[in-house]
């Protein structure tokens, strides 16, 4: 995680943005692009994510006082969000934004880690003229195609790709410019040696599209490029070029058609007002009075303080979207409180991070939108489905608590009186009516998702701004920034997502998945052991949300065939892989609530092994009762 990263998590400004290896530290710093760049791209950044927002809450409006829609409304937001998607992603690049495995980067000597800098910024440099090269064909096919309402040409849809790439390439080159020349020079012939050898190899062989070597050599690249930390968003489509190119079985341009087809959705037109509503809550200061009245409730029992996490985790899980942003707002609230009291860093950090998985269940959330878009699944029923086993996984974390409670003598307080209890209450009332409003709005049908997340936006903006006057122009002019690139971060992992999942298909995976289902006999058991075990190191190495969409698409037909409702294994995927996203020694979700907690690595994980095996025990409770997941979205008629 980069210091820029790190400011922003803790909920405090950010210091000078410096541009570093994405999730891993450089020997050297690399000059971030002038001043008036990032500027230039913050303000069309905003623009565009503030013009989405405001199209979404004006159709709301429209069709409840009014009774009708912005029907235009629709192709406009997700034309914005393409523009977020690529060229937010392109500038969350230089400021370390995308998820990247460092485990073992972090390792090498100096030398070693200027060579895997460089060659980062020379994979990166590849991909994106390759994909701006492909992007062209596409652009002239799409200029007769004509959307439905406002007749605008497709090709708007297909410019942005262009212009991220191509800024995405300009960044990279200015990042190579400014190391050492000779480990740029060694980097850049090895990478194009490497180039020239797969060129070289499929003209001399002609495309080898029998049997199982281009997928043998693409998943070898693919593991390759993760060891040297190039950040996953690009070693997806990278990889995806690989096999189509070797193999032979579809065109290359369908890689910027599948990454731009991937996020128009208008589903995840809500990823990035959840993300902005986790940011303005958790700088406007929601979450603060929120701990202090959970506090205020079970902070008198024996390692209550520890309690306190897990529940307004839960809570405030359900108002931000981001486990992230709850990590961040969580944390800093009770970090020093815990530390006042007596309780050790790696015990709460601990804590912390548990619950986080807990969270991602939890509605709203950016895991169930994303699988709400590529699957036939409801989000408004993955959000009712979520409620019960996120609160079994509560349950089970807060039992080993008040167990280690009691064998370690952990501090305990007095009881809060009555009347501070009740003014808690009334403090914490703007913080505990978001979740009642998002997902009342959906059950009742006044707004979808999308619709719904605008709202949280504008909710906390109020709060925030007016209530508790927390935030100043120059800070929603940062958090409007810092939002538009974690969002561009995301979307544009989806859209690359998208495209590997489905050249996955194109290679037959799916069908040599359900071979092997053949060797578990039919039973779902040993079927949903399995598959959780793979998906928990699967979260890990991929860091959760990519291996969603890698995955989901392929595993919830097979889960249907052995007659496991889709509704219930969608829960236990994005359970089983938020577990492998907080799991030592590759999950990056410990390595952030340690930063948040001020605790070391080497002094947590001894501690949080323990709630590791308490989060497998929460899993296999949900996996083998579906009821959990189930019985809610029966009720309101949502499950069948």
């Known amino acids: 995680m980069t210091q820029h990263d790190e400011g922003l998590r803790l909920g405090r400004p950010a210091p000078a943005r410096q541009a570093n290896t994405p999730s891993m530290h450089a020997p050297s710093r690399v000059p971030a692009p002038p001043p008036w760049v990032d500027a230039c791209l913050d303000v069309v950044l905003i623009v565009f994510l503030v013009g989405e927002m405001l199209i979404i809450f004006?159709?709301?409006?429209?069709?409840?006082?009014?009774?009708?829609?912005?029907?235009?409304?629709?192709?406009?937001?997700?034309?914005?969000?393409?523009?977020?998607?690529?060229?937010?992603?392109?500038?969350?690049?230089?400021?370390?934004?995308?998820?990247?495995?460092?485990?073992?980067?972090?390792?090498?000597?100096?030398?070693?880690?200027?060579?895997?800098?460089?060659?980062?910024?020379?994979?990166?440099?590849?991909?994106?003229?390759?994909?701006?090269?492909?992007?062209?064909?596409?652009?002239?096919?799409?200029?007769?195609?004509?959307?439905?309402?406002?007749?605008?040409?497709?090709?708007?849809?297909?410019?942005?790709?262009?212009?991220?790439?191509?800024?995405?390439?300009?960044?990279?080159?200015?990042?190579?410019?400014?190391?050492?020349?000779?480990?740029?020079?060694?980097?850049?012939?090895?990478?194009?040696?490497?180039?020239?050898?797969?060129?070289?190899?499929?003209?001399?062989?002609?495309?080898?599209?029998?049997?199982?070597?281009?997928?043998?050599?693409?998943?070898?690249?693919?593991?390759?490029?993760?060891?040297?930390?190039?950040?996953?968003?690009?070693?997806?489509?990278?990889?995806?070029?690989?096999?189509?190119?070797?193999?032979?079985?579809?065109p290359l341009y369908s890689v910027p058609i599948n990454m731009q087809g991937g996020i128009v959705s208008f589903v995840l037109v809500a990823i990035p007002f959840f993300i902005l509503a986790g940011y303005l809550m958790t700088e406007g200061g929601m979450s603060r009075p929120l701990a202090e009245f959970v506090q205020s409730l079970v902070g008198h029992f024996r390692g209550g303080l520890l309690q306190v996490i897990v529940i307004t985790m839960y809570i405030f899980s359900g108002i931000s979207g981001s486990k992230m942003a709850d990590i961040a707002a969580v944390g800093t609230s009770m970090r020093d409180v815990l530390r006042e009291e007596?309780?050790?860093?790696?015990?709460?950090?601990?804590?912390?991070?548990?619950?986080?998985?807990?969270?991602?269940?939890?509605?709203?959330?950016?895991?169930?939108?994303?699988?709400?878009?590529?699957?036939?699944?409801?989000?408004?029923?993955?959000?009712?489905?979520?409620?019960?086993?996120?609160?079994?996984?509560?349950?089970?974390?807060m039992v080993l608590i008040y167990v280690r409670a009691r064998l370690a003598g952990l501090p305990k307080k007095s009881r809060t009186p009555w009347h501070e209890q009740r003014r808690a209450a009334v403090r914490a009332i703007p913080a505990l009516l978001v979740p009642i409003i998002l997902v009342g709005g959906i059950l009742t049908g006044i707004a979808t998702p999308t619709e719904v997340s605008a709202f949280a936006v504008a909710y906390a903006l109020v709060v925030s701004a007016v209530l508790y006057r927390s935030l100043g122009a120059a800070d929603l002019r940062r958090i409007l920034a810092e939002t538009a690139a974690m969002s561009g971060m995301l979307l544009f992992i989806i859209g690359t997502a998208t495209t590997f999942s489905w050249t996955l298909t194109m290679a037959n995976l799916p069908q040599l998945i359900g071979r092997l289902l053949s060797l578990t006999g039919g039973s779902r058991a040993l079927f949903l052991l399995g598959s959780m075990l793979c998906l928990v190191f699967v979260g890990a190495l991929l860091e959760g949300l990519p291996a969603l969409l890698v995955f989901a698409p392929m595993l919830l037909p097979a889960a249907a065939q052995l007659g496991i409702h889709p509704l219930h294994y969608g829960i236990l995927l994005i359970l089983a892989m938020g577990i492998g996203h907080f799991s030592p020694p590759i999950g990056v979700g410990l390595y952030v609530?340690?930063?948040?907690?001020?605790?070391?690595?080497?002094?947590?994980?001894?501690?949080?092994?323990?709630?590791?095996?308490?989060?497998?025990?929460?899993?296999?409770?949900?996996?083998?009762?579906?009821?959990?997941?189930?019985?809610?979205?029966?009720?309101?008629?949502?499950?069948?």
């Open 593 to 640: 609530a340690c930063a948040v907690g001020n605790a070391t690595v080497e002094e947590t994980v001894p501690r949080y092994l323990q709630y590791l095996v308490v989060l497998a025990v929460g899993l296999l409770v949900v996996t083998f009762v579906p009821w959990f997941s189930l019985v809610i979205p029966n009720a309101w008629n949502l499950g069948r």
């Open 342 to 397: 007596g309780y050790p860093p790696a015990e709460s950090v601990s804590v912390l991070a548990a619950s986080a998985v807990m969270g991602e269940t939890v509605p709203p959330s950016i895991a169930m939108l994303v699988l709400g878009s590529i699957t036939t699944l409801s989000v408004g029923a993955l959000f009712l489905a979520g409620l019960l086993p996120a609160i079994v996984i509560a349950v089970c974390l």
């Open 58 to 250: 004006t159709d709301v409006i429209a069709r409840s006082l009014f009774h009708s829609s912005v029907l235009w409304g629709e192709e406009i937001a997700q034309l914005a969000l393409t523009v977020v998607a690529f060229l937010g992603g392109a500038v969350a690049y230089p400021r370390g934004y995308h998820m990247a495995v460092q485990a073992l980067v972090v390792r090498l000597p100096e030398t070693g880690r200027r060579i895997a800098l460089a060659l980062v910024d020379w994979v990166v440099l590849v991909l994106a003229l390759v994909v701006l090269a492909l992007s062209f064909p596409v652009l002239a096919t799409r200029w007769a195609d004509r959307t439905l309402i406002l007749g605008m040409s497709r090709a708007w849809y297909v410019l942005p790709l262009l212009c991220g790439m191509a800024l995405l390439a300009g960044l990279a080159a200015w990042r190579l410019w400014w190391q050492p020349r000779t480990v740029v020079a060694a980097t850049g012939a090895g990478v194009l040696g490497g180039l020239v050898a797969v060129v070289l190899g499929r003209n001399l062989w002609g495309p080898w599209d029998q049997g199982a070597f281009p997928l043998c050599l693409t998943v070898g690249l693919f593991l390759i490029l993760l060891a040297l930390a190039v950040p996953i968003g690009f070693v997806l489509p990278l990889s995806a070029l690989l096999y189509l190119y070797t193999s032979g079985v579809a």
